[in-house]
């Protein structure tokens, strides 16, 4: 049988280590689901979702020409888009805006986005600017 990136199969859990699960396939061969492949949530002990001896669907990420075969659980689900988990950031996370809360407004456009990045940065630049010049005992020496 030929293993593809992309299909779903079913498969055995044969080892598990801190960093992931070994998941025999059919036809004998043998991937890896990355801990970070097990679960939409972050997963800290791995033992909490998977065991040796469970029959588990996966997802083939890729298959390396070294014969690595990479694998995924939770990308193995299908979920209507609705049910799949919000961003779990906390509030104040810097990644995800101003953590006003902006619900019910319309997600920006790319451009919106790098405009907004871009404007941001500059901010900050100018404020570390004048930090440093601060520091330096004033304005520009010649």
Known sequence: MSIEAGSKLQGKVT???KFGAFVELPGGKTGLVHISEVADKYVEDINEFVSVGDEVTVKVMK??????IGLSIR??????KEDRP???RPKG???GGSGSGNKGQR???FEEK???FMKDS???LSSLRKQTDSKRGGGSRK
């Open 15 to 17: 080892g598990i280590t």
């Open 63 to 68: 298959v390396e020409d070294d014969g690595k």
């Open 75 to 80: 990308k193995a689900v299908d979920r209507p």
């Open 86 to 88: 919000k961003n779990d």
């Open 93 to 95: 996370d810097r990644r």
């Open 107 to 109: 997600s920006l456009s």
């Open 114 to 116: 790098m405009s907004q």
């Open 122 to 124: 500059e901010e900050r």
